[in-house]
């Protein structure tokens, strides 16, 4: 007898069993897939990850060395320029100790300028006084010096006046002496 085609048919359709072992099969090997390519991509995406957080560590670990340097060099500046200032503050009140006794010798030496400036002042007004002493001494010396000199000139005179008088007494004299011989002669005569 022949067979049922209805039945040929059922045998030849799949089943829904073998349906959906077929599908799921091929979505476990889209979703494999498609895993293995996340998988991957996150592999690749890690290895960048990975490589720029190496390359971030690489540049901190350089930018820790720089901060370290540029800290060690600050220190080392801070700490002479500590020293420095140190070393100018007592340099500077060094400096400041000299000039204020400096100063204080300045003031010391004006005080006695200024007395002797004082001094010179009294003396140069005994001067002035003593110039004037000296000028009417000096006067007073010139007058007597022109009286004197009348007085030799008036002496001068007196002194040929006299002279004159003694050549006329001696003329007298010698006129007396004649005279008076004479007399003796006439009287030697009278008494004869």
């Known amino acids: 007898m022949a067979g049922n085609p209805n039945e040929k048919i059922i045998s030849e359709t799949p089943s829904v069993k073998d349906v959906l072992d077929e ?5 476990e090997t889209t979703w494999r897939g498609k895993l293995l390519r996340e998988t991957a991509d996150l592999k690749t995406e890690n290895a960048l990850l990975r490589a720029q957080l190496d390359e971030f560590n690489r540049k901190l670990v350089e930018a820790t060395d720089r901060n370290e340097k540029i800290e060690a060099d600050c220190n080392e500046r801070i700490a002479f320029i500590e020293e420095k200032f140190e070393l100018d503050t007592a340099s500077l009140e060094l400096e400041n100790n000299e000039l204020h006794a400096a100063s204080v010798r300045y003031l010391a030496d004006a005080r006695k300028l200024d007395r002797q400036v004082v001094q010179l002042h009294a003396e140069a007004e005994a001067m002035v006084d003593e110039i004037e002493r000296l000028r009417g001494e ?6 007597a010096q022109a009286e004197l000199n009348d007085v030799l000139l008036a002496q001068r005179d007196l002194m040929a006046e006299v002279a004159a008088l003694k050549d006329r007494l001696a003329a007298s004299e010698q006129r007396a002496a004649v005279a008076e011989a004479k007399v003796e002669v006439m009287t030697k005569m009278k008494g004869e």
């Open 23 to 27: 599908a799921a099969e091929r979505i």
């Open 138 to 143: 000096r006067d007073a010396a010139l007058k």
